[in-house]
């Protein structure tokens, strides 16, 4: 159960929140004085941040747009980012 809790606290949090907790711990991780079991269970954490924080940035990728011009080179629209226009 508390392992369910923490994947739905991960998925409810921000791109900022994940990457500031991701760099956390990797800090620890760098400095080398957190105990095994601890390393291992943070370890765990950072790879759930780390995927959190990818699924995030795919998903504003997705969302990105460009501008289209006019003839005259004033903004017309919007099409998608890896669209055929």
Same mark, same amino acid.
């Given at each position: 159960? %508390?392992? /369910? $809790? /923490? /994947? *739905? *606290?991960? $998925? %409810?949090m921000s791109f900022e929140a994940a990457m500031a907790e991701l760099e956390q711990i990797v800090a620890a991780l760098e400095k080398g004085d957190v105990e095994l079991e601890a390393s291992i269970n943070i370890y765990e954490r950072g790879e759930a941040l780390r995927a959190r924080c990818d699924a995030l940035l795919k998903k504003a990728e997705a969302k990105v747009e460009k501008i289209t011009l006019d003839g005259d080179g004033e903004p017309a629209g919007t099409q998608p980012l890896d669209g055929d226009g």
């Amino acid at each position: 159960m %508390a392992d /369910k $809790t /923490k /994947k *739905e *606290e991960i $998925t %409810a949090m921000s791109f900022e929140a994940a990457m500031a907790e991701l760099e956390q711990i990797v800090a620890a991780l760098e400095k080398g004085d957190v105990e095994l079991e601890a390393s291992i269970n943070i370890y765990e954490r950072g790879e759930a941040l780390r995927a959190r924080c990818d699924a995030l940035l795919k998903k504003a990728e997705a969302k990105v747009e460009k501008i289209t011009l006019d003839g005259d080179g004033e903004p017309a629209g919007t099409q998608p980012l890896d669209g055929d226009g």
